[in-house]
């Protein structure tokens, strides 16, 4: 079951610190890159147009963080997951979670993630999500396991490929590891 707009506004409105978590619009895939523009991060508007259209088709869902009004972040969902264990298991994967460096530590990534967790627990018992190697999302791995997800055990990844010893890869954004988070498992 794909949660509606009106469905998704009434559980997310009114969280605590003035954040709103909605699904993402038109508007948002020029607000977006002009967001993460503002702080040196280059975002083409043809990714969130992208991540629109396979919204509307029923690929992905993206859910977009306003904190007082201000666009704040954004994670997407992908419902078939690229990485061949997920596939195997249909486990919807969070993909993409990113949330403005001015609007950090304000809870926004969590409430982003509810709202994911949210979605998939319609369709699944269990979340997917991956997570690069390098400092840069050192936050990221603290927060995941605060949240309840675990490494899947089949080790570390480059792209969708499981690296066995002795292999050889570039240390960049597709070098990650694959967490789970049992959504029966939390409090509702």
């Not at 409105?13 to 709103?20: A, E, K, M, N, S």
């Not at 043809?46 to 201000?70: D, I, K, M, N």
């Not at 954004?74 to 298991?89: C, D, G």
Request: proline content about 4%.
């Amino acid at each position: 079951m794909y949660l509606r707009h009106n469905e998704l506004t009434k559980i997310m409105t009114d969280v605590p610190g003035h954040i709103l978590i909605r699904e993402m619009t038109e508007q948002d895939c020029s607000e977006i890159p002009r967001a993460f523009s503002a702080q040196g991060w280059s975002k083409p508007p043809e990714q969130f147009e992208r991540y629109l259209s396979e919204s509307a088709s029923g690929e992905r869902q993206t859910f977009v963080a306003a904190h007082e009004g201000e666009f704040a972040g954004y994670a997407t969902v992908v419902w078939r997951s690229k990485y061949p264990p997920f596939v195997e298991r249909s486990i919807p994967e969070l993909v993409d979670l990113n949330v403005l460096i001015k609007f950090r530590n304000r809870g926004i990534a969590s409430r982003l993630l509810e709202a994911a967790e949210k979605a998939i627990s319609s369709r699944s018992k269990i979340a997917g999500i991956r997570v690069g190697l390098t400092s840069d999302y050192a936050v990221a791995h603290q927060l995941y396991i605060r949240r309840g997800y675990r490494p899947d055990g089949r080790g570390i990844l480059y792209a969708d490929t499981a690296l066995n010893y002795g292999d050889t890869v570039t240390v960049d954004d597709y070098l990650t590891l694959a967490m789970t988070k049992d959504l029966e498992a939390q409090v509702h």
